[in-house]
């Protein structure tokens, strides 16, 4: 279960902890300060969850105008449809609509536990660069292979894994 704090802006006020969108409903709108006025701001912060829960969260930004559609989401995606989002949103910088976007609308290639010289040597093995000779592959330069493939790829650590990915 992921832990979120509502946290007001109003420093006569205290905020709340919620871990689903009844609890959150349920008390936004009772909180006042210490005048009893009405607290209307809040800063919605992760506070427990899984890593990539928080990195999901981090790269869409919660406030209080999605809190509701992130705690759906986190619910409903699976975490590839997770790492999709957070490739696309926070490393490549797309933006995302909660009520137009899709998770798997975005164009992006994973891959998973690699880096450029493995993805390099992946690509070799697969013959995307055509039939290499046996006694040849020893000689090639996985390095250099690497070096162009980060023209179009780039690496990134997510929740303690690492990924090479490309935007199209």
Request: with cysteine; glycine share 6%; net charge negative.
């Amino acid at each position: 279960m992921t832990t979120f704090h509502a946290q007001p802006y109003d420093i006569s006020a205290t905020g709340f902890y919620f871990e689903d969108a009844e609890t959150y409903k349920a008390k936004i709108d009772s909180i006042v300060n210490d005048y009893g006025d009405e607290v209307e701001e809040f800063e919605i912060q992760f506070i427990d969850g899984s890593s990539l829960d928080c990195a999901l969260v981090e790269a869409l930004g919660i406030h209080q105008g999605n809190a509701l559609n992130i705690i759906e989401v986190l619910d409903d995606w699976d975490d590839a449809q997770k790492l999709n989002v957070i490739i696309a949103v926070g490393e490549c910088g797309y933006s995302f609509d909660f009520k137009t976007n899709n998770p798997d609308d975005f164009e992006v290639d994973i891959y998973h536990d690699m880096d450029m010289k493995d993805l390099a040597q992946s690509f070799v093995d697969d013959g995307l660069f055509g039939d290499i000779p046996a006694n040849t592959i020893n000689y090639l330069d996985m390095d250099a292979i690497a070096r162009d493939l980060s023209c179009d790829y780039s690496e990134t650590t997510i929740a303690g894994e690492r990924y090479v990915y490309r935007c199209a």
